[in-house]
């Protein structure tokens, strides 16, 4: 009796339980039918006729199609069989020999009828074809080159491996997510009751203070709702860069990786220190991807001569430090933060060459940082005729705000190898120009000046940018984002990767919340199950066709079913065939409305490909992209297509494209490239490209993939607050604010409440303020703003509380957040509100109305040298003022009400006890503003205690002035004498 081929088993990757896609077909599909793609062109030699012989079960991998006819293919091993006692044959055609394991069969009697063994049943027709389709579905999925050569299978590198998906989405179990979405549900029924019962229930005798407090708590409960439901659908995502690596890296050929560019952007040496940004560059020429495709540009909008000079410097140590990283694979490979790490590791058995090596290499760095120091040092001493380079010309970036652009590549040239004789990925600086009189557009505006020349240098199709501060802490991480963009099935839907950012150099308790953990953790998951997290700046991979504002590829719908069991002049088909003709006319008139009017329309330009890019006038190109032939060219190449060969002649069209002047009459900003309109070009950015359809991936390895610095000081970390509110207050008062821009367009409900929750969280700087200084108010003037209690208020009020602490519980539950992060959260968020969001409210109306520019401030990278050093350390700023202000206020009025109840008796300590508590519930979340502002003494700084004292006792004396609550009343004061005239 024929045997069957046992099939190949080949590592990979285990089937888990929720590997599916995300939009279209079910992952279990294609695995399906790649498995038999791939059995397919083995196992044909041996069948096994249906008159000979059957199956114990019906399989539906177990049968097949064959162009001799019906035959049954059975493709699972005897368990009881050991792998030693499988048979030997030979292959029919080649002669090698093979292990085979005989089959269970049993016999069929050939006087019945086989449908009644399920064979050429309806249902068994219906199966088989349903297996063909899906073969045929993933032949089109196949990899490149490998789908005309059918019976070309390669042992090691399975076709199957090479059609499964690069990454996964695992939903929040059903156990922690559905009591979560209880209770928020019963949350807004507690909250319909609650405001039912405030305003039902005024406080006659205190009804400004009542009416005030009703409107700030509906503004909050308004607040909450923006921020609660886009974390309605929150996942995690997995990557599997295993099928990466076996899909785009095959032994023998060169690498398919896709190239990225990696653009890193500075400003000021003296708040960024040279070092830190050098770190940063180090750990990026050293990252696990094909030296050839990665490209490093660092855009330095100082024009330093300190930075040009230190990364001269570090390209000379990268050819030691690279070879290094990546011969015994450590991490991370940024050499500050590897070297300080309290690692011991000699306790385990480690080989004595690497132990060798590695004091060897911290000593080279050590020199490192001395010949960088001491470049620093250099740099405070401006010799009478400016800098000038090495070979006599004089540095152009003298004058700083009038100097002409810089290209310079550094590595990247075949004479440049490391110490191992291998090539170091490319090195490129570059400073655009600046002349008096143009806006610059700050940030934004050097990201697209390296935008346009990396695309005439490298043009990578993927783009990433990050601080220089934040360096690369683990090495996979462009891997991690490629198991994204190059997903076969959902990578052409994604237009950018975000990672979340980790900070190194913060004190254990997170005094001011710099790890934002519960923002990173649960509202970015959030967003992540609707349409993509939102752009935050630094650690993001982005797409560079969705950076040129195009729209997103469009799935293309099926043809509608229409019935096909009748004629034509059928009944029944007129009207499905009436409505066809009209849907068809609709299109067309859809698609003239669009070609013909696209300017009206939120995009700009709809190009979806190259056939129809090809078509497009060259004057539309260039009033979009601007006057350069080069970079027109680049935009129509195929991704990774430069003109590296002729240098000379790239880096004069580089210079070109950082003129300062090269974006005027063109699109850049306003649908191209990084958006200008705010300091936070981040969150405009990403709002344009959801808005174009496109959608992102928020990627969260275990080892995270970025990691930078913050400022802990807390000046510094209320200027830092203080500028991301302005950019949100300046997107609110544009024509890009979320809730009147974008409609009709690919942006997602929910995802435009994140984006509108986003630009509005300024304004509840005005009524947090007031209701932390409400309690205060009630303290010193004996009034309340709730009405008296009874049952019914005191069950709304702890239900409401309850509630509160559910939804904060579970959200950490299933975020992974701990209850000290979530703590420090939410007292930063008052501190915050009080102080930077408020400024920064005025700050954007004085700048959007009045026309009054307020000036960028660099947060200060880096710190000293003694740990934590700056936590301590006080500096003066108004923002200060505010929240001391209001921690004064209620402290007085916590002594004032108390002092009133122990004069007054018993009676008075139960209404005061509701008074004490929402004074108490300000204090406790303004405590780390007030060991901010003493520092390590034991006392606050004199010109604190000044300003404050004087506020708090000016609306103290006013308010027992006023005293509102008192009945004016002129005349004689009448009093019952107790006695009966009558």
Known sequence: MPSVQDPVQTPQSPRVHGDEEEEGSDDIESEFASSIAGRSSTVHPYRVSVAESSINSWDIDSVSITNSGTSVHFYEEHVGTPTNHHALVAHPNTGEIMRHNPLQTRPINPKRDLTLYGYGS??????????????????????????????????????????????????????????????????????????????????????????????????????????????WYPIKRETYLDRLSLRYEKEGKPSELAPIDIFVSTVDPVKEPPLITANTV?????????????????????????????????????????????????????????????????????????????????????????????????????????????????????????HAGMVQVITGHDCVMDDAG?????????????????????????????????????????????????????????????????????????????????????????????????????????????????????????????????????????????????????????????????????????????????????????????????????????????????????????????????????????????????????????????????????????????CHGWRSVYCMPRRPAFKGSAPINLTDRLHQVLRWALGSVEIFLSKHCPIWYGYQSGLKPLERLSYINSVIYPWTSIPLIIYCALPAFCLLSG???????????????????????????????????????????????????????????????LKVLGGVDTKFRVTLKGGDTNEFSELYEFKWTWLLVPPMTLLLLNVVGVLAGVSKAITDGYESWGPLLGKLFFSFWVILHLHPFLKGVMGKQDRVPTIIVVFSVLLAAIFSLLWVRVNPFTIKFDGPVLEVCGLECE
């Open 122 to 231: 309806v249902a068994w027709k219906n199966r088989v074809e349903w297996k063909r389709k899906q073969q045929h579905k993933m032949q089109k999925v196949s990899s490149d080159g490998e789908g005309s050569d059918q019976n070309d299978f390669d042992g090691h590198h399975p076709r199957s491996a090479e059609s499964k998906q690069l990454s996964r989405k695992l939903p929040i179990p059903s156990s922690k997510i559905n009591p979560y979405r209880i209770v928020i549900i019963l949350r807004l029924a507690i909250l319909a009751l609650f405001f039912h019962y405030r305003i039902r229930n005024p406080v006659h005798d205190a009804y400004w203070l009542w009416l005030t407090s009703v409107i700030c708590e509906i503004w909050f409960a308004f607040s909450w709702i923006l921020d609660q439901f886009p974390k």
């Open 422 to 690: 291998n090539k170091l990925p490319w090195l490129v600086y570059v400073s655009r120009e600046k002349r008096p009189g143009y806006d610059h557009h700050k940030k934004a505006g050097a990201l697209n000046a390296l935008l346009r020349t990396s695309a005439i240098l490298s043009n990578a199709p993927f783009v990433l940018n990050v601080d220089c501060d934040h360096y690369i802490n683990n090495s996979k991480a462009l891997r991690e984002a490629m198991c994204f963009l190059m997903d076969p099935v959902l990578g052409e839907k994604i237009c950018y990767v975000q990672f979340p950012q980790r900070f190194d150099g913060i004190d254990q308790h997170d005094r001011y919340s710099n790890h934002n953990v519960v923002f990173f953790d649960i509202n970015m998951k959030g967003l992540d199950g609707i349409q993509g997290p939102i752009y935050v700046g630094t650690g993001c991979v982005f797409r560079r066709h969705a950076l040129y504002g195009y729209d997103a590829p469009t799935a293309t719908k099926p043809p509608s079913k229409t019935c096909n069991c009748w004629p034509m002049s059928c009944c029944l088909c007129c009207g499905s065939e009436r409505k066809c003709l009209k849907a068809k006319k609709k299109q067309e008139n859809q698609k003239k409305v669009k070609c013909g009017d696209a300017s009206k329309k939120v995009h700009a330009l709809e190009v979806t490909g190259k056939e129809y890019a090809t078509l497009v006038p060259q004057e539309k190109f260039e009033k979009r992209f601007g006057l350069s032939q080069a970079f027109l060219a680049s935009t129509l190449q195929e991704s990774g297509e430069a003109c590296r060969f002729d240098m000379l002649k790239s880096l004069d069209d580089c210079i070109h494209v950082l003129s300062c002047g090269y974006e005027n009459k063109t699109q850049w900003g306003k649908e191209v490239g990084w958006i200008y309109g705010s300091v936070t070009e981040d969150i405009l950015t990403g709002f344009k490209m959801h």
């Open 783 to 845: 009034k309340f703003m709730v009405p008296e209690m009874n049952i019914y208020s005191s069950i709304l009020f702890i239900a409401l509380f309850v509630s509160i602490a559910a939804t904060s519980i579970l959200e950490m539950q299933w975020g992974g957040v701990g209850i000290n992060d979530w703590w420090r959260n939410e007292q930063f968020w008052v501190i915050g509100g009080v102080s930077s969001h408020l400024f920064a409210l005025c700050q954007g109306l």
């Open 282 to 402: 180090l750990s990026i020429l050293a990252v696990d991807y094909p030296v050839d495709k990665v490209c490093c540009y660092v855009s330095d909008d100082g024009a330093a001569m300190l930075t040009f000079e230190a990364l001269t410097e570090t390209c000379l140590f990268a050819r030691k430090w690279v070879p290094f990283c990546k011969k015994h694979k450590i991490e991370p490979r940024a050499p500050e933060w590897y070297f300080a790490q309290k690692i011991d590791y000699l306790r385990e058995k480690v080989h004595p060459e690497f132990v060798r090596e590695r004091r060897a290499m911290k000593r080279e760095y050590e020199e490192f940082k001395v010949r960088i120091n001491a470049a620093v040092a250099n740099s405070h001493k401006v010799p009478e005729g400016g800098w000038v380079l090495p070979e006599g010309a004089p540095w152009h970036g003298n004058n700083v705000r009038d």
